[in-house]
């Protein structure tokens, strides 16, 4: 049987190959294990599902589940297969809406490990400025106003990725156009929302945060803007449960490291990951599954999800010992409570492929401008990427 993901860290790779050994041991049964490189791992996906043989077992990302699904090329788990591994309840409601995708509601995965996204920021740089954070990142305007007064000590208080290659653009604008009442796109995925009202408020607010960060952040990757975050050239950023352990490997010191803390962002947090899925094509459908319940038992959730820098998908895992662990995980917690994921509508994958390339170039065209005095620019610039999106995207959603 095989077992397909991404390649990590050392450490995680020798967990898993000793979770899968065991396994074999207990089931007479070798299982390869298959591990690309992140960049390749959707380009693998499609080839397994195209040629319908391969792993019969993946880890894959939550917003790949739907494409996925589209191809029927994945078997669903029943809900007495959902029973068996403590139910729905196990999980938060943000990650189990990444598994259900349509009306009858089969379930197309199990949640894996979670990712999200927090604001990250130096704590000493906002009581330099005295800026109570809480309060700072509480709404989009309370941002703005915020890092008006940071600009006093530093002298750029934001930076995110803006790439249009970058797979986070989607995940770091959602919380700002929740919090503006806004969404992607209607329940029905017939139609797109992000030329609403609500929608062009809250994409509004995010870009008007350019007047705060360093050139640098020009077509930068996520690399580059955490790498500005552990210089301390920006003081605040937009990241996932990766990014302390990042500041860490960069060689910050423990005592600097501990003057970075986190926060929501003005809306709900995105709220995604990973998710255990079996294909269709498998003729160890029994076995694929017996080996998803092992990986999903709690113990190994819990030491797996820790030794890859993102965090456990069930809520017992969650103890008071767990949260009390760092400082962190108790505003990730709440985060993940708050959070909301990427709507479960046909054809996902095509759209935020789209949305992707167009923030992608609303930041290209944005820097452009910079400096030129312009204050409609953003407006201008959104209505020439987001309008032509639209009326092509809801061409192929309404074929």
């Known amino acids: 049987m095989d077992f397909l993901t991404v390649t990590f860290n050392e450490a995680s790779n020798n967990l898993l190959r000793e979770k899968l050994d065991n396994f074999a041991r207990k089931n007479n049964e070798e299982v390869v294990l298959q591990q690309i490189q992140w960049g390749a791992y959707w380009r693998e996906l499609v080839n397994v599902s195209v040629h319908r043989r391969g792993a019969d077992v993946a880890e894959v990302g939550s917003t790949w589940v739907e494409p996925l699904m589209a191809m029927n090329v994945l078997a669903p788990f029943s809900r007495e297969d959902i029973n068996l591994i403590?139910?729905?309840?196990?999980?938060?409601?943000?990650?189990?809406?990444?598994?259900?995708?349509?009306?009858?509601?089969?379930?197309?995965?199990?949640?894996?490990?979670?990712?999200?996204?927090?604001?990250?920021?130096?704590?000493?740089?906002?009581?330099?400025?005295k800026v109570e954070p809480q309060q700072a990142f509480s709404s989009p305007e309370a941002m703005k106003d915020a890092f008006h007064r940071l600009r006093h000590s530093v002298q750029y208080p934001w930076g995110v990725t803006t790439s249009r290659f970058s797979p986070n653009l989607v995940h770091n604008i959602a919380s700002w156009v929740w919090a503006a009442g806004g969404d992607f796109i209607s329940h029905d995925g017939k139609k797109l929302l992000v030329n609403t009202t609500e929608g062009q408020h809250g994409i509004r607010n995010y870009y008007d945060l350019i007047k705060f960060m360093p050139p640098e952040c020009r077509d930068s990757s996520h690399e580059t803007v955490l790498d500005l975050f552990a210089a301390r050239k920006i003081a605040a950023t937009i990241g996932g449960p990766w990014l302390i352990p990042y500041l860490r490997n960069a060689g910050l010191t423990p005592t600097m490291i501990d003057l970075v803390n986190v926060a929501s962002p003005p809306g709900p947090p995105f709220v995604g990951g990973s998710v255990f899925i079996r294909w269709k094509h498998s003729r160890k459908v029994d076995l694929a599954w017996k080996l998803i319940r092992a990986l999903s038992e709690k113990d190994f959730n819990l030491a797996f999800s820790n030794s890859t820098d993102w965090l456990p998908s069930h809520q017992d895992?969650?103890?008071?010992?767990?949260?009390?662990?760092?400082?962190?995980?108790?505003?990730?917690?709440?985060?993940?409570?708050?959070?909301?994921?990427?709507?479960?509508?046909?054809?996902?994958?095509?759209?935020?492929?789209?949305?992707?390339?167009?923030?992608?170039?609303?930041?290209?065209?944005?820097?452009?401008?910079?400096?030129?005095?312009?204050?409609?620019?953003?407006?201008e610039i959104m209505a020439k990427h987001l309008g032509p999106l639209i009326v092509r995207v809801e061409a192929i959603l309404n074929d």
């Open 86 to 129: 403590g139910g729905e309840q196990l999980f938060f409601p943000a990650l189990w809406q990444n598994v259900t995708h349509d009306s009858v509601q089969n379930v197309w995965g199990i949640p894996a490990r979670i990712d999200m996204r927090m604001i990250f920021y130096w704590q000493d740089m906002f009581d330099a400025a």
């Open 317 to 379: 895992v969650w103890s008071d010992e767990f949260l009390h662990q760092n400082k962190y995980n108790p505003e990730y917690l709440k985060g993940i409570q708050n959070g909301r994921g990427l709507p479960p509508v046909r054809l996902w994958g095509m759209i935020e492929d789209r949305l992707t390339q167009a923030f992608g170039s609303i930041w290209d065209d944005l820097f452009a401008e910079s400096g030129n005095g312009r204050p409609d620019a953003v407006d």
